[in-house]
């Protein structure tokens, strides 16, 4: 399979391959990867803007739309990244089990139901012994979609985070941070953010709502698009429809 993808994308040069790592859902290494496809981008300095997809997100609008969108001044220097308190959106029990204990979703494989008890069970008798992590350096924790669009101080920011060892060493054995930690750094930050720029509501059906991501996760089980969710993409000034 690797070698299907890079030779699809072979006569792009605008695609690049870095390293291969092998990934756990849940774990923390998913964070490396990131960080090196950042890097990467990053390092091109006529990059201003960085787009952070899912494999199955697709663009519903026109490219041109979304380069113009990013050349109004007023659209510059912001931030769309999801920044909620991790207490508005999870409840207590989640968050201590998520961030509070020690999470091992980097050795072993939890979306197999077994395994997935073992890592639970786990944190649950460090919680009954009193076992705890100690407090992130934040002194808010934000959480949110694992995909964002970041400014070129939005990035430096997020990388400089990422190579301070005792930021992200804190984050290491959590469950998901790639839902916690951006929103955290950039959260906790100075930058201009737009927090609100996911359509996940389904009872929003207004004709331009200034959004980027349509992620209706308000449906259970698997996130498939049907022919529901057409009103909300038609209606919607999106530029990624997600799932």
């Known amino acids: 399979r690797q070698m299907c993808i890079r030779d699809r994308y072979k006569p792009y040069n605008n695609v690049h391959f870095s390293s291969k790592y092998s990934l756990h ?15 990467m981008a990053f390092s091109d300095d006529t990059n201003f803007y960085f787009h952070l997809l899912s494999d199955s ?8 739309e979304l380069i ?5 001044p007023q659209n510059q220097e912001k931030e769309y990244i999801e920044c909620a308190p991790v207490k508005e959106i999870w409840s207590l029990n989640n968050i201590k089990l998520r961030f509070f204990c020690w999470n091992i979703h980097d050795y ?21 012994l009193h076992i705890r992590r100690e407090n992130f350096p934040y ?11 970041l400014s070129r101080r939005g990035a430096e920011t997020l990388l400089l985070a990422l190579e301070n060892k005792k930021i992200s060493k804190r984050f290491h054995f959590t469950y998901a941070p790639d839902e ?10 100075n ?13 929003i059906d207004n004709a331009g709502i200034p959004c980027f991501r349509y992620i209706p996760w308000w449906k ?3 996130i498939t698009l049907d022919v529901t969710d057409y009103p909300h993409i038609r209606g919607a000034v999106l530029s990624f429809v997600v799932k």
């Open 25 to 39: 859902w849940g774990g923390y290494q998913i964070i490396d990867t990131q960080c090196v496809m950042l890097r």
């Open 57 to 64: 997100e697709c663009l519903c609008r026109p490219l041109n």
């Open 68 to 72: 113009a969108f990013f050349d109004n």
């Open 108 to 128: 072993i494989d939890t979306r197999k139901w077994h395994l997935g008890l073992v890592n639970r069970y786990l944190c649950k008798l460090q919680w009954l």
């Open 139 to 149: 002194d808010i924790l934000y959480g949110g979609s694992s995909w964002w669009t």
């Open 180 to 189: 916690i930690f951006p929103s955290t750094v950039i959260g906790n930050s």
């Open 191 to 203: 930058l201009t953010i737009v927090s609100d720029y996911c359509l996940r509501n389904r009872n």
């Open 220 to 222: 259970k089980g698997s």
